[in-house]
Structures are given as C-alpha cells and as structure tokens.
C-alpha cells in the first residue's frame, strides 16, 4: 500500500517520539512491502517562533492532501505562563481538528498483564481493564464563543452542541461497541447542564438501532471515581470534548504511564494519529521520553488503513519490550534505556521477529549487530 503520511513533530518530545514511530513505521514498509512518504511540516511553539503562526497555511495544506497525519506534542513553558498571551500553541492543534474535520477522538485504555504492578493502583482492581474512550473532539466549550468583559474581571466560555455533532460520533460509538463487548457508557453532566440534557436525548434515540449495545449513562464526576474504583466494568465510553479530555488523563494512570496512551483522531476525510500526553518540556532533548504512545498511534494509523497484521507486528513488538523490561524510566526508574534505544528495539522486533528471541538486547541502538 502507498500511503502519504504528514508529519507533524511539534514541540518539546514530540519530535523524540515521532521519530521512533517513524523508525516503526519504516520496519513495517521493509517487512510487509509498503510504501510510505513523510513530508514534515511545522505545528505548535515551533511554528510560531518561525512564522507568528501555530498552524501555517503549508500545514494545514499538507494535512489535507496526505493520507494521514502522524503528530507529537504541542505546548510550550512560555505560554502556559503567559496568561495574556494572545497566540498559543495549543491553537494550531485545535484549529487542526476544527479544519480537517476530525470529531471523533479514540482513546484505548488498556493495562498491559507486564506492567500492573507498574501502576499507582491495586493490581485486583485494574487487572483485565480494557476500555476506549470515544471523545468529540470539535464541539462543545473548546470551541464555543469566547467572551472577557471590557475590564478583564468577567469571562465566559460557551458549551454548545448540536444534535448533528453529537449523533455522527455516537453511531462510531455504538459500532465500536458492537465490535467489542457491546456496552455504551455516555458520561455526562445531565443533572446540571442542558447540553448534557441534549446528549442524554439523542445518544438514547440512536440506541434503538443498537439494541445489541446495552446502554448506561454516569455523571462525569462520578464516572471520574468509577474509572478508578471498578474501571472493568467499561467497555466504550462516550463523552463531549471536556470530560474527555479529562478521564482520559485519568484513565492512564491505570496503565501505569501516560507515556503508554495512543490515539486516533477521525473525521470523514482526515485521520490524525496521537499520543495522548503533552510536550513534557522538562524531559526535552534528554533521551527519556516513552516513545511507546507514538508508536501505538503508528499502530492505530495502521489500523484505520485496514493494515491489520502490520498493526499487530508493531503491538507483539511493543509486547516485547514490556516484556523484557526495554523500556524508559517511567516504567522503570532503574532503567538504563532512553528513548532512541527502545524504538530501535521495537523497530528491530518488527521487521525480523522470527530473530526475537535471539535478540542481544545489549546491542540494539548502539549501531551494533542485533543478532548474537
Ligand atoms: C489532548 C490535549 C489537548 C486538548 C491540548 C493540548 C489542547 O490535552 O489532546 O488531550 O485539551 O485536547
Ligand atoms: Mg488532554
């Protein structure tokens, strides 16, 4: 398959990580026949130091022609700090969702059976968690109107949704859920806010046609205890832009690191491909940044291309890694490995994974011979 894939590093790690799942992406070319282009292009801190804007118009406009686009992290310290700054970074991926269209934003949740010890939380409580979070991605408060008063001592941000948006990514919702284990959680605030009210109406409407699919609904804040106390019971989750973009910052900690959640961004012509943590700009540059997140948004991008048995070489490769303890010192402090020596290991599973068990694991991102 020829696939043109934008690429579009960003800030802080972002180019770190990007770069090994790009390294992935080229073993699964090598190993399957396919035939991948990489054109990169700026987004974020970066795009504005260069041109005064977070998301150029060559961007954008490589965005809309590719195939697909590979992203990193966006933000930057000297925003974040900035409270009257008027261009942040944060603005070039938002309007990059608004203007490709991509209102489903698909976060699995996952402990991986090598890493439930690694995580914060009792090993009987998360053992087995599996779950994915469906996420509208281009409604509700991020993108409603924006107000400050004349003499900056009021403001407001408007929470909007039309039935259109909330049904286009609820049938995604339920389909997935038919795929899986057939069980449909809309998470909302229904007891307090109108939106919520409307998200409540039309998602029960569209559950007629899923009969298969049974549906609950939780509010957000206790669905925030819920993830933590009893996170089994989940199979798809649905939610507007806010509240996922919350649990699903909860929902890593199950597995133990933030460094460990890929996603997918979906919309009817556009796809975009992500790990879920930001920037991290304090691990810049050092060699410590988990570079799994990116490669299992490598993984998601194969999938969306029904590149099935790629997608599970680059997985069964990750698997490895876990396995044999490759991995960063968020999983393991103790680790000697940086960032570039566990996707060249992955890299290394996936293109020969008949020599993985002959792998000298010593050797792999030293430029020496992998196979002892
Ligand atoms: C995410 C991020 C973004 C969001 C930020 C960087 C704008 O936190 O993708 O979860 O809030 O959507
Ligand atoms: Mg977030």
Redesign the pocket.
């Known amino acids: 398959m020829n696939l043109n894939i934008a690429l579009l590093p960003g800030d802080g790690i972002g180019p770190e990580v990007t770069a090994q799942a790009i390294r992935c992406l080229e073993a699964v070319e090598e190993a399957f026949g396919h035939h991948f282009v990489f054109k990169e292009a700026a987004v974020g801190a970066i795009a504005i130091d260069k041109t005064g804007n977070p998301l150029p118009d060559r961007t954008l406009e490589l965005c809309k022609e590719a195939d697909a686009v590979l992203f990193g992290a966006i933000g930057d310290p000297k925003y974040d700090n900035d409270p009257k700054a008027k261009i942040r970074p944060e603005q070039g991926l938002l309007q990059l969702r608004k203007e490709l269209g991509l209102y489903t934003n698909i976060r699995p949740v996952k402990v991986f059976p090598t890493l439930v010890e690694k995580s914060p939380l009792k090993e009987e409580r998360i053992k087995g968690t599996d779950f994915t979070i469906y996420r509208e991605l281009t409604g509700g408060i991020y993108f409603g109107e924006k107000k400050i008063s004349a003499d900056g001592t009021v403001a407001s941000d408007l929470c909007e949704y039309s039935e259109k948006e909330i049904s286009r990514i609820a049938h995604l919702a339920f389909k997935a859920a038919r795929n899986r284990r057939n069980k449909l959680t809309l998470v909302d605030k229904a007891n307090v806010l109108e939106s919520s009210r409307l998200w409540r109406r039309v998602v029960s409407k569209i559950g007629e046609s899923y009969p298969e699919v049974e549906l609950d609904f939780l509010f957000v804040d206790n669905a925030a205890m819920q993830i933590i106390l009893n996170p089994r019971q989940f199979d798809v989750i649905l939610t507007e832009n806010m509240f996922g ?1 919350i649990i ?2 909860e929902g890593s900690v199950i597995g133990g690191s933030i460094g460990l959640l890929a996603s997918a961004s979906i919309g009817d012509e556009n796809a975009l491909f992500e790990p ?1 943590h ?1 920037s991290y700009p304090q691990a810049k540059g050092q060699d410590i940044a988990n570079p799994i997140a990116s490669i299992l948004s490598a993984a998601m991008l194969l999938e969306h291309f029904q590149l099935f048995e790629e997608a599970m070489a680059v997985r069964e490769a990750v698997d490895i890694s876990l396995k044999k303890g490759i991995v960063t010192p968020d999983l393991d402090p103790n680790s000697k490995y940086g960032t570039n020596h566990v996707g060249d290991f992955i890299a290394n599973n996936i293109v020969d994974n008949d020599d993985r068990l002959n792998m000298n694991d010593e050797n792999i991102g030293l430029g020496k011979s992998t196979i002892i």
Do not use: R
Request: cysteine-free.
């Open positions: 973009d699903s910052d879920i930001g």
